[in-house]
C-alpha cells in the first residue's frame, strides 16, 4: 500500500478490525520509510447485478430504491429501521446468490413482497399495491383476503359471523 505521506510502496499492517456486520476490514498501518500511520478500509467489491425490467431496460441493481420502496411500505408501522434495512440485505443477498448477472425486475419485487408479508401484513399490502398495480377494488381487496386467509386473520372477522374456507377462494 502506497503511503499517503511519502509515496513510498512498503507498509506494514499494525491493527486490523472488522467490521459488526462483517462486511469490511478497517487496518491501521504504518509506513516502512517515514513510520507515519494511516488507516485503510476494505470491502468486498461484488459483480454488477442487473435488473431487467417488463420493458426490457436494463440498469444496475439499486440497493437504496429497494431500501426507498421498503421504508414507503413501511410508514407508521411499529417496525425499526434496523429490521428494514436486514430485510434488504436479506432480499440482496437471496438475489445475488440465485442470479449470477442478471434478474428480472420481477424476481426483485416478488422477493421485497415476500420478506414484507412475513414482517408486517399492512407494509406487504401498501408495497404490493404500488408493485401489482391493482386494476380495480375487486383485485384489492383479493390481495388482502388472501393474506387474510393465510396469515389466519379471517377466520371469523365479524363476530358470531362464520365463514366457510370456499368463500376465500
Known sequence: ????????????????????????VRRRRECVSCQKRFTTYERVELTPLIVVKKDRVREEFNRDKVRRGVVRACEKRPITLDQMEQL???VERV??????????????GER?????????GVAYV???????????VESFAKEVLALLHTSGEGKHAVPGEQESEDEHL
Open 1 to 24: 500500500m502506497k503511503c499517503p505521506y511519502c509515496q513510498a510502496h512498503d507498509s506494514r499492517v499494525v491493527d486490523s478490525r472488522v467490521s459488526d456486520e462483517q462486511s469490511w
Open 88 to 90: 434488504v440485505d436479506d
Open 95 to 108: 438475489i445475488r446468490a440465485e442470479f449470477e448477472r442478471e434478474v428480472p425486475s420481477c424476481e426483485v
Open 112 to 120: 421485497v413482497m415476500n420478506a414484507l408479508k412475513a414482517l408486517d
Open 126 to 136: 401498501r408495497f404490493a399495491s404500488v408493485y401489482r398495480e391493482f386494476r380495480d
